[in-house]
């Protein structure tokens, strides 16, 4: 008789339907780790472009430390008001570089290449 309770026991265990029911809930955890996965991947791509966008900026703070380091001399503010408004001392000349106005400029057709514009060139658009 102690056979029988035995096997009694273990046989809810042993069941199709336990077993059904186990496979379901493998099959659940399975799918969910497949979304932790992708979740992972996408979240180590923002990481690194957030890493990079970091370095940029503290590239950037340096940059713009340096230059405000520039402007706290007399050389820098010198030269800062010199690039934005042009000005020079007394007793220097400016110099000003302009283009002749009567160089011939290329026109759009002498810039087209290609074959459908060599058509068009041939029987006079």
Request: net charge neutral; charged share 35%.
């Amino acid at each position: 008789m102690s056979e029988f309770k035995k096997k009694n026991k273990y046989a809810l265990w042993h069941s199709p339907l336990a077993l059904i029911v186990l496979f379901c809930v493998f099959v659940g955890f399975a799918y969910n780790m497949v979304g932790l996965i992708k979740k992972e991947r996408e979240t180590s791509k923002n990481r690194a472009s957030e890493l990079n966008k970091m370095d940029e900026l503290r590239k950037r703070e340096s940059k713009l430390s340096a230059d405000i380091d520039k402007l706290n001399t007399e050389e820098g503010v010198e030269e800062s008001v010199r690039d934005k408004f042009q000005v020079v001392k007394p007793g220097e000349k400016e110099v000003l570089i302009v283009e002749d106005q009567d160089q011939a400029t290329p026109t759009e057709e002498s810039q087209e290449h290609g074959f459908w514009n060599f058509i068009k060139r041939i029987f006079g658009k």
